[in-house]
């Protein structure tokens, strides 16, 4: 027994331990440990692993440019970034990226008003925090993302937020995107969008919005919730102000349980196929408050 405990203690070794560390120093960085190159203001992950950021880094870019094979991972623990021509975390290529807010740490985000990009062909990252891959953010640290250009945490595939993180979003387009689908278990969100949705999810072939918890505050200058197929809703704490519809998906639209309190709306909620079991809802809208579209066109409450 006593062989056991020892050597469960000798392999208690936190990923942070593991880490590679990259302590931002304003215009530039340092890195002790492998997997990562500093060229002036451009920090570069190219192989898998954990990485450690602490500092300021006042014009420049994290850059994961990772095999495809590659599962890394990116712990934030008192970090500032900004880009003046792009975005400050952009994951390029990898097999799958998390972001770890590390816990009782404070990180902000801000990107350019106006990117550069290499091209005239090209148009990504156009996000604050872009991934081209999968992307899981998860931790109990914050986070603040000023996204001067469109959406402010972005990726092309799917979007897992997990733990108890407080994300705060203050956004030109969507503050929050996952392509194929987002999955939110937890966390306290403020999301601000000046044009766009506050959570959105638009791959038109299959998508998927699902709350299993959390706390949020939307306002949204369209939609507070879109998603192009289903949304669903087991628990969690929704608070929306929209110009556009509170919450709007094109097919399956359910909510398990929760509570929804929609201020302002244009229709509150909108859906093909609408199924509500439980939870507590508040809507005031200037159209419809429930609104079954043409899509489907069936509601069970």
């Known amino acids: 027994m006593a062989v056991v405990v020892g050597l469960s203690s000798i392999g208690l070794v936190s990923a ?57 991972s990116l712990i934030l623990n008192g970090v500032t970034i900004s880009s003046s021509t792009s975005a400050p975390i952009y994951a390029q290529s990898a097999a799958a990226v998390t972001v ?18 290499a091209s005239a062909e ?26 001067n250009y469109t959406d402010g945490i972005s990726t092309g595939d799917d979007l897992i937020i997990s733990g108890s993180p407080v994300i705060t979003v203050n956004a030109v387009d969507d503050t929050i995107r996952g392509n194929d689908s987002i999955d939110i278990s937890g966390g306290v969100f403020a999301l601000n969008s000046t044009e766009g949705d506050g959570l959105k999810s638009s791959n038109e072939e299959a998508s998927l919005i699902l709350i299993n918890g959390g706390s949020y505050v939307i306002n949204a200058g369209d939609d507070g919730v879109q998603s192009d197929f289903d949304f669903t809703m087991n628990a969690g704490e929704l608070v929306i102000t929209a110009v556009g519809d509170g919450i709007h998906s094109e097919y399956n639209l359910t909510i398990n349980d929760g509570s929804i309190n929609i201020l302002n709306s244009e229709e509150g909620i909108e859906g093909g196929f609408i199924v509500i079991n439980d939870g507590e809802i508040h809507i005031v809208s200037t159209d419809d408050g429930i609104n079954v579209s043409e899509q489907i066109g069936r509601a069970h409450v």
Request: charged share 20%; glycine share 10%; hydrophobic share 40%.
């Open 100 to 117: 770890i807010l590390a816990e009782g740490s404070e990180n902000s985000l801000s990107d350019a008003a106006t990117y550069v990009y």
């Open 16 to 72: 942070q331990d593991e880490a590679t560390l990259i302590t931002l120093n304003g215009d530039s960085a340092e890195v002790a440990g492998t997997g990562a190159a500093v060229e002036g203001s451009i920090i570069t992950i190219s192989e898998a692993g954990t990485y450690t950021l602490s500092g300021t880094l006042n014009d420049g870019q994290v850059l994961v440019n990772a095999p495809e094979d590659a599962e890394v």
């Open 122 to 147: 090209e148009d990504e990252p156009d996000a604050a925090l872009f991934s081209n891959v999968d992307l899981t953010i998860e931790g109990s640290g914050s986070l603040t993302v000023a996204a």
